[in-house]
């Protein structure tokens, strides 16, 4: 079917879908889960296909992991349906509960976004995963994963449609998109889609964001600092930096250059080469920090601005913490930072003037994740500074709408003068 | 001085905003009250000046009256900043507060946007109420106002500027852009400014919202419904269409369509057609409701999508509340549309239905405003879905940021399972 059609078939559902029963969604997920588990064998096989024309195409190895759905990713996923149903229902929420007058009361509440497109590269899990959080909040899901996983996701898009479309939601409520040429077409429906959430390298993301008039959910880059205050316990700065660094390198949270202040250089960076080589990171600095140390190579302009994604680390002296934060809103992506102080004072300093979505003391940069933060599953991490910041679980797919109930009241009662506004707030129960 | 080199200023002086006392920046809102009570005859002389160039211009009546700022008008904006002073700060409120384990506590926190760019047609009222809401939220603005008041928003500019230094508050806080060529370097500005608010014409924020990459809020179409459904109380709806589009026809929330349900055409219609006559609205009508009662002329298909702005409305029949919605949903703009009921039930199904910001029973669209839902004031009016929706006040210039402090905690521990997570909400008082 033409995607624009599907689109649009899905977006006169899509009120259908957001004024669901929550035992209905809940339920919707129980058989996604159960299908999931039934067909396991029809899964893996799609996957070994998808892994053998991989292998075939000398796709690199780190890469290939990530395609894998096995018995390990089966069980991560059904998991996490479990604790997506235990989650209380996003939508329905009441915020608000105003009377503006007599007879005359404004009720906001949560409501679901409507239709999110999804456009992920590799990872089949990641189809499960944000699929599952569409039902849930009662939005509307367009789908369109990588062509390397194109038979495994072909097999999990099918069993989780045929499951929802049982437990009785609108078979319209999800929609999967195959061709590469459907991305562009996506990309244009702005009248139809309200959300788009890439997944995947930084420059697909920001491909994304520029060729769209959608609103984007996302990060295209993940820069992340920490800074070694001259009040910092040193074993703690290298136990946070190694674990930052080296824990999971390829993930936007790693952190990608360190900042030390000028004042403990000496001190602290052949402590810090040490440790950087003992966990085979290759370090980038600057004259300073290469006059004191030596470094793999020097940093270059470009290099602060850099995701490495690798065991590579760029380092720098600052003065202090306001030469800290200077440097990381100037040079960073406003994802995560994090200082490393004894000092409450600098510490506070650092949390007012660093502008990002996760500021962080004396802890890894890693932390900064939905399942870390207790939300139970992320859609990604936002660096946007609008609707939702940082990792992003269900309150990030809902908006509020605004309802007034009257009995015939004109506004021109209350230009004239005749009629005064109440605007007393009312005790609710959100449920 | 360039714009850009100027916003880029700004950005750097955004978070010393975003930190400044709650007291400072109330000391600055009454600091500009003073300060323009002080030299009305100032304002009120260079506002005569671009009046006598509008009626030279043959600047159209109704424009021009948009244009005056005179006693009433300052007493208005006055009358706002004591209300905005009196407001709780929304900067610094504590959102949640979280032990992810021991002695790793996350904490969510509100914060100003950082820098907001502001651009309007006429009406130099707008000019002091944004750049006051700015202050207010701890944000940072650049204003381009509309060259036809461009003597007005000088002078209003220069007296809150100097004002806001005078009490403490960084100079590069506010800065005026006067040349119209600085509207799209402003636009261009992407890497600096995190949010655009427009305020003029639909045609304008269209421009805006096509031109540019930085998001913005507000509307470019306001084409509100009202539909009579057949458990209508025919009183109730003809004096509220009455007020939803004469009282102040020009205003995004007038109604532009009104829906009939087709089981009461024959009774409502005739009613409806006299209203409209005594209240000089004329009314475009489809073959049905044409043969019923006649009508000034037949609605074109575009006319579905029209925002008059005039004393102006089409008509049309629906098949219930279903097709209502319907309706609603199609040529809408996701702004305010109302029912007109005695019937719970079909009330509650319009009110899930309907995908607008605001959905109403049995009153005015006209009560779609910040003043009125009792926000103090406001920045506009949202159809987007992401971020706020419906009118805006304070809450919406505000973001928020995770704060994480630690003592030493590594992601690798949790990773292997050497500790577990406890995710346990912490009590907190929101300031």
Redesign the interface.
Known sequence: MDIRKAVYMM??K???M??SDPELRNGALRAVKKCLLQNKAKIFEANEEDLRAAAENQVPVQVQKRLTFDEKKLQDVTAGIDQLILLPDPVGKIQMK?E?DAD?V?TRITVP??VIGVIFEARPDALVQISCLCIKSGNCAVLKGGKETAATNRVLFDLIHNAVIAAGLPAECLYQAENHTQIEELLSCDDCV??LIPRGSNKFVRYI??HT?I?V?GHADGVCHIYVDADA?F??AL??I???KT??PVACNAVETVLVDRKIAGKFLPLFNKEMKDCGVRIYGTEETTAVTGCERMAEPEDFHKEYGDLEITCALVDGVKGA??HI?RYGSHHTDAIITENDET?AFF??????????????T???DGY???FGAEVGIST????A??PVGLEGLV??????????????D??SGRKQ?R?RDLPFRSK
């Open positions: 977006k006169e899509a009120q259908q957001a004024s105003r503006l005359l404004l976004i409507g309200d959300l964001m520029d008039k609103p959910m316990d074993d703690t136990r946070v190694a674990d930052a824990q999971y934060a200077a809103n510490a949390f007012h003037m660093v502008d990002s979505a996760g500021v962080y003391r004396n802890c890894s890693r932390f900064a870390r933060y207790g946007s500074k609008l609707h910041r940082g908006t509020y709408k605004y309802l007034l109930e009257g009995s015939g009241q004109t506004v021109g209350y230009a506004f605007h």
